[in-house]
């Protein structure tokens, strides 16, 4: 139930839990983490934090967003709507000749285009932004630890999960916390809870 | 005691810091979290109960409006544009310093926008909702106020879009969508705090549902921040582009006064003029009412006064320009529109204009008089006086004098004009009540990477200047001293 999106292997016997969370005092030692995960060769793992911190995906070795290229492409779409829309109404639909101006006035037509390409355009990062980030995910297992609620306070995280070729049940640990964590913890996949109906 | 704080210089960059009172992060999430998750001040039913009480004034005047028709307003035959048109231009204005500060200041790397931007920006909706209401309901019609927008209909009739007035709808109504979605988006990291510190189970659910299950990761702030980039940067001409259009409904038409081509620069100068005005006033007041003095510093008041000086004299040379190609161009008409403006039964519009816009910021040349807390409160108010009656100057003073003595009149508002102008600023201060108590009203995420503990190298420019073959012993010794933020 509601692991589908976390891309768990589909012969998922053997996973007991979710993975490692490790949090790191400062912004500077989870940079440094992140270096030193990254360099150990894992993929299946994340730095999550209260903000944004600068340049963190280098040090993750994450691939810069493909978003601009949606973005480009709804907003070019939305202003071809709109010019479109313009010259079917003004040409096929309705036309009607107005202060002696030929039927096909471009210039015209300029404004409202490139508002449609903007409008096009917005929707395009904003919910390209939530379909590339799966939002919304209102169930996940890093939220089954309590020391997570940290995350949006002042909590830089590193979670390994335990699907990850490299991942090791106690390495992995032992390997974090020789990283600089203060605190290293297991994360359960199914919370104990569930059975009482609560999230 | 904070003002003097506020003004003490860093001796590396020069600067005051963004932020002061020593924050850390988990102070920072505390300060602006908690006035969303106390018991409600009373001071805020002081402000919220008065709101409410305009706003339900706004409804009394639209519902009378609707029933009897725009024969309830002051409008007559030359003046057929009045204060419903005033306060549409009034209130897109105000919007307008809102996308300023989120979006042209995110572009321009101005980091001390992060303490205003989450209230600037929920001004600019509010703003927006507000001079949406005056076309919809000055139609006179209004029951065929979809007219507006290019729907297949029985009569098979489309809307012309070579009129500015559909621009307008367009311009208009996708400036309200994109900022509430850049807002919305802002607003994401925060819900999560808010949601993840909630003690009770129906906080838990509203701000939950609407923080969509964020939880930080960093391969979702990379396509994160760089939607937010792409807001900033669409929003940016999109922004120019919205008052440059409503501009146009007046300088297409051939009036004197209004048929100007200075109109779309002087327009958008004087939009966010306004706006910063308004997120002036209400800055001031809920940095006192929230105890947050030390995020929305002096600092962030005076670039404010700042840019206010900036744009109001942006407006005043445009006033001058205005009455310079008056009488350069030679045209009688053009000529008596501007004298007349100056000179003629609405003076006393004209003079409240040039003096609120004009000469009250010019004492914000003074480094003392941005930093009087007072003086700001009051020029925020006298602009946005001289602001809005800009706006009345050039629908009302323009249109009472056309070009045929014979339909000369005078346009005399009457209750019900100024119940909705009043009314309209209920609405605003409702919503923005509602806003102030129920959400964050700080971008907390987006401060908390302008304190120096966020950055990821923090005092490692301390290693790169000291040339190479130095006491390698005392680098080591001086990086953790100069890294040990948190």
Redesign the interface.
């Known amino acids: 139930m509601g692991l589908m999106h976390l891309d768990v292997p589909e012969a998922s016997g053997g996973y007991s839990h979710y993975g490692v969370l490790a949090r790191f ?4 030692a ?2 440094r983490a992140c270096e030193a995960v990254r360099d150990a060769g894992y993929s299946k793992w ?12 280098k ?2 070795g ?1 691939k ?2 493909r ?2 290229f949606l ?1 480009l492409a709804t ?1 070019l779409t939305g202003a071809g709507l709109g010019f479109g ?2 010259s079917w ?2 040409i096929m ?2 036309p ?1 000749v ?1 202060s002696g ?1 030929p039927l096909f ?1 471009w210039p ?2 300029v ?2 285009t ?3 390409g ?2 096009g ?3 395009g ?2 919910l ?3 379909a ?2 799966k ?6 297992p ?2 089954r630890s309590e020391n ?7 909590g830089l ?1 590193i979670a390994i999960e335990s699907w990850d070729p490299k991942y090791d049940d106690q390495g992995t640990a032992d390997f974090l916390s020789g990283l600089g964590a203060v605190e290293v913890e297991r994360v359960p996949i199914e919370d104990p809870r569930d059975d009482e109906g609560a999230a | 005691m904070a003002q003097s704080q506020d003004n003490t210089h860093e001796p590396v960059t020069g600067r005051a810091p963004l932020i002061v009172g020593g924050y ?3 102070s920072l ?1 505390e300060a602006v979290a908690v006035p969303v998750e106390r018991k409600t001040p009373i001071g805020w039913w002081f402000f919220f109960l008065p709101s409410l009480a305009l706003l339900g004034l706004f409804g009394v005047s639209i519902g009378w409006l609707f029933w009897e028709g725009t024969g309830i307003w002051g409008l007559n035959n030359p003046v057929s544009w009045g204060f419903a048109i005033v306060n549409f231009v009034f209130w897109v204005g105000i919007g307008h310093a809102g996308t300023l500060i989120s979006a042209i200041l995110f572009l321009f790397r101005q980091k001390w926008r992060t303490s205003i931007n989450r209230a600037a920006e929920a001004m600019t909706i509010f703003a927006v909702m507000c001079a949406m209401v005056f076309p919809g309901i000055h139609v006179g019609r209004v029951w065929v106020a979809y007219w507006m927008f ?1 729907l297949p209909n029985q009569m ?7 009129s ?1 007035l ?2 307008d709808v ?2 208009v109504s ?1 400036y309200g ?2 900022s509430l ?2 807002w ?2 802002g607003l ?2 925060d819900l ?2 808010i ?3 909630a003690k009770t189970r129906i906080r838990k659910l509203a701000y ?1 549902a609407f923080a ?16 937010y980039l ?2 900033a940067g ?2 940016t ?2 922004v120019l ?1 919205v008052h440059s ?1 409503v501009s146009m409904d007046f300088a297409t038409a051939q009036l004197p006064g209004w048929h100007t081509t200075i109109f779309p620069p002087y327009f958008v100068a004087g939009a966010i003029f306004s706006g910063f005005a308004m997120v002036m006033t209400l800055m001031l007041i809920c940095r006192v009412l929230f105890r947050m003095e030390d995020i929305i510093t002096m600092r962030h008041l005076e670039n404010m006064a700042k840019i206010m000086l900036l744009t109001g004299c942006m407006v005043g040379y445009a006033y001058a320009i205005e009455m310079f190609i008056a009488w350069y161009s030679g045209n009688p008409y053009e000529q008596f529109a501007f004298a007349n403006r100056a000179l003629g039964p609405y003076a006393w519009a004209y003079w409240i204009m040039v003096s609120c816009n004009v000469i009250t910021p010019q004492l914000f040349w003074f480094k003392k008089m941005r930093n009087h807390i007072g003086w700001l409160f009051v020029s925020s108010i006298l602009i946005n006086i001289g602001m809005w009656f800009e706006r009345f100057v050039i629908v009302a003073s323009s249109l009472h004098r056309d070009f045929l003595p014979a339909s000369w009149d005078y346009y005399q508002a009457t209750f019900w004009d100024f119940a909705s102008l009043i009314g309209s600023f209920g609405l605003f201060f409702t919503m923005f009540c509602l806003f102030a108590r129920f959400l964050p009203m700080v971008a ?3 401060v ?2 302008v304190l120096p ?7 490692e420019e301390l290693v790169r200047v000291v040339p190479v073959g130095s006491d390698t012993d005392a680098l080591a010794q001086a990086a953790p001293a100069g ?1 040990g ?2």
């Open positions: 005092r400062t912004a500077k989870l940079y994340d730095a999550l934090t209260p903000f944004p911190v600068h340049g963190l995906e040090a993750m994450l810069p967003s978003l601009p973005v907003g829309l313009q109404v003004h639909a309705y009607l107005i101006k006035t015209a037509f404004p409202v490139f508002e449609l903007v409008l355009a917005a929707l990062a904003v390209g932004m939530f590339l980030n939002l919304p995910t209102y169930h996940h890093l939220f997570f609620a940290r995350v949006t306070d002042d995280f | 850390d992060f988990r999430t290019p098979d009739m489309w809307p012309n879009f070579r500015p559909i621009w367009f311009a996708i969508t994109v979605m850049f919305y988006v994401i990291p999560a705090t949601r993840d510190r939950g969509l299950g964020w939880r930080g990761s960093h391969r979702n702030w990379l396509h994160y921040e760089r939607a792409m807001l669409l929003a001409p999109l582009s259009v907390t995420a987006e908390k990477t503990e966020a950055d990821p190298h923090q005092g890294g933020g948190a």
